[in-house]
């Protein structure tokens, strides 16, 4: 299953349930401004990091640039990609559930 | 692969309607099937042919519209949602005596059975939402 984000973690929950319920093996993209979820540092990144450990993470590049983030600041372990990117993660991994 | 998408939320709002326009132009451009693309809640005001955005802006119902002409989309406006924010065609004008009416005719007014119908369609139901 693909898990979709895309609100700031400091705006919403949506980031924090999304780690909370998705299962292990599910994938969790993150776009729009739930990309600052995927940077280093803040208070959401220790979740994330703990989630890497049985999901994979993947964050939407075009809109981590909009954002002025360098793919230098990001979680280790988060896989940057682009809009066919994500067209291909929704293909691969099955059914996409978005955390709107 | 056959996909339908559903979008919530207005052009100009905060992202979703351009994130959703870009999912699909690089769904359709990887050679994918649309087969619906389902305007819900205030996604029905992508709908609108009288926006006037600044010219060095993007115009979200015409980057709809050209990508439905080029690959034959069904771009669907559900009809409660619409009339609830004044968003009417020419039909639906006349119907509720209304002297004007602004959906573009890239999109069609329907039913909620159309998302229901493209979520069985379909392999994959995307939702963009606010």
């Known amino acids: 299953m693909l898990h979709t984000v895309n609100k700031s973690p400091f705006e919403r929950n949506s980031l924090e349930s999304c780690l909370r319920l998705s299962a292990a093996g599910s994938a969790i993209l993150l776009f729009e401004d739930a990309v600052v979820g995927a940077v280093q540092g803040t208070k959401i990144a220790d979740a994330v990091s703990a989630a890497l450990s049985d999901r994979e993470i993947y964050v939407l590049g075009p809109d981590l640039a909009a954002r002025g983030f360098d793919q230098s600041k990001l979680i280790d372990g988060i896989q940057v990609v682009d809009y066919g990117g994500f067209v291909d993660l929704s293909v691969d991994k099955g059914t996409v559930q978005a955390w709107v | ?130």
């Open chain 2, 1 to 130: 692969m056959k996909f339908t998408i559903q979008v919530n939320e207005g052009p100009y709002q905060h992202q979703t309607a351009d994130s959703a326009y870009q999912f699909t132009k690089a769904a359709l451009e990887k050679g994918h099937e649309v087969f619906r693309v389902f305007f819900y809640h205030d996604g029905v005001n992508n709908a609108t042919r009288l926006g006037l955005p600044p010219q060095d802006d993007r115009n979200i119902t015409k980057l709809w519209a050209d990508l439905a002409e080029k690959y034959k989309l069904d771009l669907v406006v559900c009809v409660a949602a619409a009339q609830r924010r004044g968003m009417l065609d020419e039909n639906e004008a006349k119907r509720n005596g209304k002297d004007s009416h602004n959906i573009h005719p890239a999109f069609r007014i329907s039913g909620l059975g159309q998302l229901i119908e493209g979520g069985i369609q379909a392999d994959r139901l995307v939702v963009f939402g606010d």
